[in-house]
């Protein structure tokens, strides 16, 4: 499992982002939503995607946006926590900082949070059924065209 | 072990701060100071207790606080290592990087340190004996009302 | 594994400098290199050493620079990955963020990036044949003084 969330990790770091859609499921559930919004139970959501294909689309996206801000981006993700193991799969937690560096700037934090993840068997692997992105802040970090 | 320390990192990254006392022995020693303090075996310290009871009086004390300053935390901690087996229970540090985040604000980090542990078995799980947060800064970070 | 990782963290963290080329096999190679450098395959590194002794001479060097200006660094690792299993040693990665806390000042990162190692059994443990550093910016980090 930790393997798993390692390589998750960096696949987005190293830039491949387009193995990132194969670290879910084919109907999975892919969301981005500030915490307030998660802690009252809303479902808007910053990003929402609920297919593999919408999560290919957002690659493609973010190939053109990435052309005119280039950044790179860094995972740190700790305390993993298998919180309960149900029929449809695993439920884990994980806390994430990400940090960015733009050309000739310092890197920095730009965004912590909390991983809520649902984890299958798919294809001889394991892969997101869901992953909810929870992040801290109130205020929408322009640096989210990338994935979380 | 680890899972002890991820538990710890995620009651207070939940603000579930009535919880937090739980994972201290009743008569545990908590302490947050500052690192040159800490190497110059200096025993003043910022946060001083000495009991679990004076844990919950502190938990009163932020809840009331929290009211004026809303802000969440995010903890990080890594490299946890068993430094020795004694008597009185294990001996361990660990690494720490604190973000917070305000309203309408970005994540930050504001607090790394190190954290020298005793833990012990008690009532049926692992508790701390001892938890002495050692921050790296020599300034006081009006933050530092909450847990470390 | 995990150990060695933190060992060799907690040396720096502690400001046990001296120890730190204990870490390396006598003709270890040590680069610190931008992204851009590593990525583009160039060969040009803000630090190169490719013996144990030049460590060793960076580690005076820095005991006096360090009078000047007085800093804490903290390194937070993860993502330590397994990448292959070569007759001349195990290949790993890591990510690392690097903290780092000045007199009166508030902590902040001011590194991140991944490791590029190839660990070797030797003298009775682990070391580093190799270590790349291979940090996120493009700019020169004034702290890189500092063993990352």
Same mark, same amino acid.
């Given at each position: 499992m930790a393997d798993f969330y390692c390589a998750y990790s960096d696949a987005l770091d190293e830039g491949e982002l387009e193995s990132w859609p194969e670290f879910f499921t084919e109907d999975c559930l892919y969301k981005v939503t500030p915490r307030e919004n998660f802690e009252a139970g809303l479902p808007i959501a910053l990003i929402?995607?609920?297919?593999r294909n919408m999560l290919v689309d957002r690659v493609v996206a973010l190939r053109e946006t990435a052309l005119f801000v280039?950044?790179?981006? &860094?995972?740190?993700?700790?305390?993993? &926590?298998?919180?309960a193991m149900e029929p449809d799969g695993l439920r884990l937690t994980a806390s994430f900082a990400l940090f960015h560096t733009m050309v000739d700037q310092r890197s920095e934090v730009f965004l912590c949070g909390r991983y809520h993840d649902r984890v299958v068997e798919d294809g001889g692997g394991l892969r997101f059924a869901e992953r909810i992105c929870v992040y801290d802040s109130t205020i929408v970090p322009i640096s989210l065209v990338y994935p979380v």
């Open positions: 929402y995607c609920e297919s280039p950044r790179t981006v &860094r995972h740190l993700t700790g305390n993993i &926590r298998l919180r």
